[in-house]
């Protein structure tokens, strides 16, 4: 599968946000996490009925909002107690897709040896 590009963090808020908050809404409560709402990363917010999720990200020049409704069911977050949540491109494509992400299982990654240093 060919995904996001790997220097690219996908931020998730683990707690609910009000979804009427637009861009400078939005871009405040990236800032006031101590994060570089400028940087192109995707910062991903869920309703608290977590039917709804709005993505912020800046492209050259302004800012973009993608946002879904579920019309059944809710988005479902990997496990994790943590304000903010880190996924990878092909986590976030399933969570969009409605996939329960409690439930995925990876296989652990394969690293090739480091090279000893001569």
């Known amino acids: 599968m060919i995904g996001l590009p790997s220097p690219l963090r996908i931020l998730v ?3 609910p946000v009000d979804l009427r908050k637009g861009f400078d809404g939005l ?3 990236v800032r006031g996490a101590g994060e570089d ?3 192109g990363h995707l910062f991903v917010f869920l309703s ?3 039917d709804r999720l709005k993505v912020l990200t800046w492209q ?3 800012f973009v909002v993608l946002y879904k409704r579920l019309e059944r069911g809710c988005f479902r977050l990997p496990v994790g107690t943590a304000p903010r949540l880190t996924l990878d491109g092909a986590q976030l494509a399933m969570l969009l897709d409605g996939v329960d992400l409690r439930d995925v299982r990876r296989l ?4 090739p040896r480091q090279k000893p240093k001569s």
């Open 13 to 15: 808020w683990n707690e």
């Open 27 to 29: 871009s405040a409560l």
């Open 37 to 39: 709402v400028f940087a």
């Open 48 to 50: 608290r009925r977590r």
């Open 60 to 62: 050259r020049g302004g």
């Open 108 to 111: 652990e990654a394969w690293e």
